[in-house]
């Protein structure tokens, strides 16, 4: 009787807990593989692969549950990985993420046991996924440990075995709601959430210690990242404003100097066009039609860099000369809305970026969306600026972003250094918007 009395404690305590530490280990598994999903771009976009293998094993060092680490492009292929003699047959294809999710998790058998895979995608895709691998060989020694301790104290008391029995099942299960609970604000992104477990040194202790170590460092991981995103912004700002002064500089001498002087060229070859005899006086016109097709060329090409307008009277007429010069130019139907006060004034870098944004989205209708429509709103709700661009052109599918996509990269840039936010709605065959939002007290002046 009582061999079967601590056969079903034994089974009720090691269901529970095996239940909640699988739980736990797979929240564990996910804040490692955002974690790494946050840091991995620095390393992919400077290509410095030896960095992210150091990083991975160093983080797989860290846990023993950790039996592997991936990293993969967004086709599936393996960028890194921690495995020194080949990935295993059928591995990579066991988990894939998808366009959307924020994670997969998939558990599957191998000759460590059950292995928790857990995928993540890094920056929505774009830059490929994280994929972790747990085994569940720390929750087997915790629950050894823990069928040891009961029999220990139920053949001490047998008399008492029921009551020890609830009480330890009482005593397991605290400390681990309260790293649970302290797991669930690192998901959430709280780094100071300590687990405070009151000098347990047992496996429970040890497990809510290295929680707190890797905690620290989780920290510690997220404080270098802000800084170096608060590095990057300034940067990019700095690199955006120097290229504004460098194209506002190339658009005025070609103006002011190249223009001239062509117009010039145009004045004094109509001159000559005079004094010639009429059977040469074909040649000169050729030339002057070419000097003229050249000056309007020229023309555009400083539109396109910085137009005047844009630094003289600002963005609303900056934006109507844009979109009748691209009526003009490629024959597109732009209905434009400007709903907004007469009075209407942004500050300098965010009229720039405003305008650079709609410029890339006209060309890119006209390049690629094959569309005769176009609808451009300007208006404010809710203390934001809206602006929503709209065509009826074939649309595409919201893949993550490829290298093609760099305009679009730099608009969502753009309107992120200003505040804001840039969203993209398409399909195939039924036409693209980006509608943008930027807090008014953030661009207006």
């Known amino acids: 009787m009582l061999i079967l009395l601590v056969g079903v404690v034994s089974l009720q305590v090691n269901t529970a807990v095996k239940k909640e530490l699988r739980e736990q280990l797979k929240i564990q598994g996910l804040s490692y593989a955002e974690s790494l999903a946050k840091l991995a771009p620095d390393y992919i976009f400077t290509e410095n692969y030896y960095g992210l293998y150091e990083l991975l094993s160093s983080t797989r060092l860290q846990n023993q549950a950790i039996a592997y680490i991936m ?28 366009p959307g999710q924020r994670y997969s998790i998939r558990t599957f058998n191998s000759s460590e046991g059950l292995i928790e895979d857990i995928a993540v995608p890094i920056l929505n895709l774009r830059a490929g996924y994280v994929r972790v691998g747990l085994t569940e060989q720390t929750i087997n020694v915790f629950i050894s440990g823990i069928n040891r301790t009961i029999i220990w104290l139920t053949l001490a008391v047998s008399f008492l075995g029921l009551f020890i029995s609830y009480i330890l099942a009482y005593l397991i299960t605290s400390p681990l709601n309260r790293l649970r609970h302290s797991i669930k604000a690192v998901e959430q992104g709280n780094f100071n959430q300590e687990v405070r477990l009151f000098g347990l040194k047992d496996e429970v202790g040890e497990l809510a210690y290295a929680f707190n170590q890797m905690l620290a460092r989780l920290k510690q991981a997220n404080d270098e990242l802000m800084q170096k995103e608060k590095q990057r912004q300034m940067l990019l700002k700095k690199v955006i404003f120097a290229q504004e002064e460098e194209r ?198």
């Not at 679009?408 to 309107?415: D, F, T, V």
């Open 71 to 98: 990293i993969l492009d967004t086709e599936g292929n393996v960028i890194i990985s921690t495995f020194s003699e080949g990935i295993p047959e059928g591995l990579l294809d066991l988990n894939r993420i998808k």
């Open 248 to 445: 506002k500089r190339i658009s005025r001498e070609l103006h002011d100097e190249i223009g001239q002087a062509l117009t010039s060229i145009l004045i004094s070859l109509k001159y000559l066009e005079g004094h010639l005899p009429e059977e040469q006086r074909h040649l000169l016109t050729d030339i002057r039609n070419l000097t003229a097709q050249t000056i309007d060329e020229l023309k555009d090409l400083a539109l396109s860099l910085r137009p005047s307008v844009l630094d003289n009277l600002g963005l609303l007429p900056a934006i109507k000369n844009l979109v009748r010069h691209w009526e003009n130019r490629y024959g597109l139907t732009i209905n434009l809305h400007l709903n907004l006060p007469s009075n209407f004034k942004l500050r300098n870098e965010a009229e720039s970026s405003l305008y650079r944004v709609v410029q890339e989205a006209l060309t890119n209708i006209a390049r690629h969306a094959m569309a005769s429509r176009v609808r451009l709103v300007f208006r404010i709700k809710n203390e934001n600026l809206i602006l929503k661009i709209a065509d009826n052109g074939r649309g595409f599918s919201l893949n993550p972003v490829s290298e093609k996509s760099l305009g679009l990269i730099g608009m969502i840039e753009r309107i992120s250094l200003l505040g804001g936010n840039l969203q993209i709605l398409s399909k195939p065959g039924k036409g693209t918007m980006v509608k943008i939002q930027l807090p008014l007290k953030e661009v207006i002046l």
